[in-house]
């Protein structure tokens, strides 16, 4: 399994001072929502500049004008940007469209889509190169985890190509396991976390 680290609280100068000690445990630099909304896409710019070989993710929820946002993100240096799964089939066309003429990579993110295992049929067909089951931080709150949506995901579709996010921890992780997903997502476990290699260590153990 790949490890993604969301960066959503920090500002793109900590995210530089943290891939700077702990890059070499990362395999996808993720520039969250909400460091996008309040630095721009000059944050993934810094980032895929200062650390040209990392992956980096940029999390633009693209909901409309697939080919415009879409450009946008790849242009400021994003390897992968996201769409999500509520978005139109035209919208998300438009970023598929644009990831091919870039020669980058969309990632689905399903969040409150009610039916992702069966939206995914459709998605593979279009050429969707990730899709992302992503459980909301604000629901995560109420004890709701990814693991149902990950185990019909598997029974029908296995785990290549699948992400998984929403309150991802070590505990969490032991089940997950099980379902080979391709990719986890982790955020405030890392962020919260008194040593962050350490948190990072045990990620991946």
């Not at 004890?143 to 949506?149: A, I, Q, R, S, V």
């Amino acid at each position: 399994m790949k490890l993604q680290v969301a960066f959503d609280l920090q500002s793109s100068d900590e995210v530089l001072k943290f891939l700077e000690k702990n890059g070499d445990l990362i395999d996808i630099v993720e520039i969250g929502t909400p460091l996008i909304m309040k630095e721009g896409v000059k944050s993934i710019q810094k980032i895929k500049k200062n650390y040209p070989k990392q992956t980096v993710l940029a999390d633009l929820k693209i909901m409309d004008a697939g080919l415009l946002e879409a450009q946008i993100g790849f242009d400021a240096g994003a390897d992968i940007v996201t769409v999500l799964g509520l978005a139109s089939k035209k919208t998300l066309n438009g970023v598929k469209q644009t990831a091919v003429k870039n020669g980058r990579k969309v990632m689905v993110d399903m969040i409150n889509h009610p039916y992702p295992e069966k939206k995914w049929k459709e998605l593979m067909k279009m050429g969707i190169d990730l899709c992302c089951l992503h459980t909301a931080n604000d629901d995560t709150q109420d004890g709701k985890t990814p693991l149902n949506d990950l185990e019909r995901f598997y029974n029908l579709h296995g785990g290549n190509n699948i992400a998984v996010a929403g309150g991802i921890n070590p505990d969490m992780i032991r089940k997950i396991k099980s379902f080979h997903p391709e990719i986890i997502i982790v955020g405030g476990y890392i962020a919260n976390s008194r040593n962050h290699r350490d948190a990072l260590v045990e990620l991946h153990q």
